[in-house]
């Protein structure tokens, strides 16, 4: 699904990834971890296409953006971590917008539409202005509008932020669903507990470089440390890295 090599990406003098090698399969649920500054959104911005690698290949279902960004961008969904909703429509108004705009049948996109609405729990609201929505409330349209077209890869930026724990759970099974059922996501989080609770396998990236990508059963094996420990794996692996708001490890 996800293939990268030596991809790299620079910010005038500052180097955010480094010649990152990364490979992701399809069906799998992929955990992407590092510190605050370490490379993490932007490598989701290049496997978007929001962004282009310097240098490096980066290929999507096996394809490149540069000769298939279109239908690349078809198959993926993008749930980013801070998302713009237009406060003025209603939800089943952007819904509509976003059909329109990725060519979906219209009556695909009102059934599929409804279904996700009822699945987030927000059928009863679906008339209601986005500007009054709670902000758990627009992470679950945004996760509605990600899906709406049925991706073959979803791409998540901290899916939870926001979310009581009833919707909260919601996700993460349906995460793990739609990797069983063959599709393949791909999440990044702060969050280690939920991060272990549901990967397939994990990804680590510090200063830029991939420091770690195995399951967590073989990292932590190799870490020595307990098993399932992914929380003393990581602060091993990012030992260096401080917070700069708040001094401490992260």
């Known amino acids: 699904m996800i293939e990268a090599k030596g991809i790299r990406k620079t910010f005038q003098n500052f180097v955010a990834v480094h010649h990152l090698?990364?490979?992701?399969?399809?069906?799998?649920?992929?955990?992407?971890l590092g510190p605050n500054g370490a490379g993490?959104?932007?490598?989701?911005?290049?496997?978007?296409?929001?962004?282009?690698?310097?240098?490096?290949?980066?290929?999507i279902f096996g394809q490149s953006y540069q000769k298939n960004r279109?239908?690349?961008?078809?198959?993926?969904?993008?749930?980013?971590?801070?998302?713009?909703?237009?406060g003025k429509l209603s939800a089943n108004e952007l819904i509509r917008f976003m059909g329109s705009l990725r060519r979906l049948d219209p009556n695909f996109t009102r059934k599929r539409g409804k279904e996700l609405l009822a699945q987030f729990q927000l059928i009863e609201f679906q008339d209601e202005l986005i500007e009054r929505?709670?902000?758990?409330?627009?992470?679950?349209?945004?996760?509605?509008?990600?899906l709406l077209h049925d991706p073959d890869l979803l791409v998540v930026d901290e899916p939870m932020v926001g979310l009581d724990p009833r919707a909260a759970l919601h996700v993460k099974q349906m995460l793990t669903q739609l990797a069983r059922s063959g599709k393949t996501v791909f999440m990044s989080t702060h969050t280690l507990e939920v991060a272990a609770q549901l990967c397939d396998r994990v990804g680590i990236i510090h200063k830029g470089r991939m420091v770690a990508d195995e399951?967590?059963?073989?990292?932590?094996?190799k870490m020595a440390t307990k098993d399932g420990d992914?929380?003393?794996?990581?602060?091993?692996?990012?030992?260096?890295?401080?917070d700069l708001d708040e001094g401490v490890p992260v």
């Open 230 to 242: 992914l929380e003393a794996v990581f602060m091993a692996l990012t030992a260096d890295a401080l």
């Open 70 to 86: 279109g239908d690349i961008l078809n198959r993926i969904g993008y749930i980013p971590d801070r998302p713009f909703l237009y």
């Open 21 to 32: 090698d990364l490979t992701v399969q399809e069906g799998t649920l992929y955990v992407f």
């Open 40 to 59: 993490k959104t932007t490598t989701i911005r290049m496997i978007t296409g929001i962004l282009q690698p310097d240098s490096g290949e980066l290929r």
């Open 133 to 146: 929505f709670s902000h758990g409330m627009k992470q679950k349209l945004v996760m509605t509008l990600a």
């Open 215 to 221: 399951s967590l059963k073989g990292l932590t094996a």
